[in-house]
């Protein structure tokens, strides 16, 4: 099988099945599902190929910046991916110290699937990553104009005590625990990498985790995800 079955979660979302799988081990057929639900939550310019990029990720070594890559995904009877994410571990640098954090990424849902609680499922298999493998914190970015979680959003910032917010977008990722990251923190990035496309970081962290200080200088250690 393509998949293990989480066991089932204590929340409203408790009876979907959520898969979860790491990347590498996924058939091809398995991840082109998950990325054509990608490619259609995603639209961009003409000639991106989503499964083209999810195959790379699979059979790139290892670095800092992108390991151990998890896919978690609600599928149908027929292998149809009806909502997908990705996780992964990324190493940043908070003021020059080394943090190792879960990356969440690719939060998707398919159009005919909306409304059923699969986008929260995914989130929070997503999060249950944390407590293993010494992984305390989530760290990762929201506020996309438009997605399948909540396609009428347009791109209307509203101010928040932690920065700035699109309206719609990040509340979802906090009614399920997270919070905004300060808007004074400051990003870098290696040359030539990708900044951050979206506008609002958030953290979805443990009660072991360290703070982060308002003021931190955060060394992304490879492009925005």
Do not use: Q
């Not at 990705?86 to 190792?100: H, N």
């Not at 849902?109 to 305390?136: H, M």
């Not at 997605?147 to 791109?155: A, D, E, I, T």
């Amino acid at each position: 099988a393509d998949f293990k079955l989480d066991s089932p979660m204590p929340s409203d979302e408790s009876a979907v099945a959520v898969a979860t799988s790491p990347t590498r081990a996924l058939s091809e057929a398995a991840l082109r599902a998950v990325a054509t639900t990608w490619s259609v939550a995603f639209p961009t310019a003409p000639g991106r190929d989503r499964f083209a990029e999810a195959v790379r990720r699979r059979d790139a070594p290892p670095t800092d910046a992108l390991s151990d890559e998890y896919v978690h995904g609600v599928f149908d009877a027929d292998g149809a991916c009806l909502a997908a994410c990705r996780t992964f571990i990324r190493v940043l640098r908070v003021d020059g110290e080394p943090r190792r954090v879960l990356a969440l990424a690719h939060v998707a849902t398919a159009p005919a699937a909306r409304g059923r609680g699969y986008g929260a499922a995914i989130v929070r298999s997503a999060f249950e990553r944390l407590g293993s493998d010494g992984l305390v914190e989530s760290i990762f970015c929201s506020a996309l104009p438009r997605c399948f979680l909540f396609p009428h959003v347009s791109r209307t910032y509203l101010p928040s005590s932690g920065g700035h917010r699109a309206a719609g977008i990040p509340d979802f990722y906090l009614k399920l625990g997270a919070s905004t990251l300060p808007a004074t923190l400051r990003l870098e990035y290696p040359d030539g990498a990708k900044p951050f496309h979206d506008s609002t970081l958030l953290r979805y962290a443990l009660d072991s985790a360290a703070p982060i200080p308002p003021t931190a200088v955060i060394a992304v250690n490879g492009d925005g995800w």
